[in-house]
C-alpha cells in the first residue's frame, strides 16, 4: 500500500437538483397505491369469474 492521498475529483458540469420530498414520496407512493388497488380489484372480481367459468374449490 502507498501512502498517497486519495482525492475524488467533481467535474465542474455537475449540476445538482434540489428534488422535493413530496416529489420523491409521490414516485415512490403511487406505485404502492395503484398494486393495492390492482390486488383489491382482482380479489373482489375472482368469485365472479370463478362463476362464470364453473370453477370449484
Known sequence: ???GCL????PA???T???SPYTVMLVCG???LMVTLDGTIVNVALPSIA???GATL
Do not use: A, I, Q, Y
Open 1 to 3: 500500500m502507498s501512502g
Open 51 to 53: 362463476k362464470d367459468l
Open 13 to 15: 458540469s455537475t449540476k
Open 7 to 10: 482525492t475524488t475529483r467533481t
Open 17 to 19: 437538483r434540489n428534488t
Open 30 to 32: 403511487l406505485p404502492f
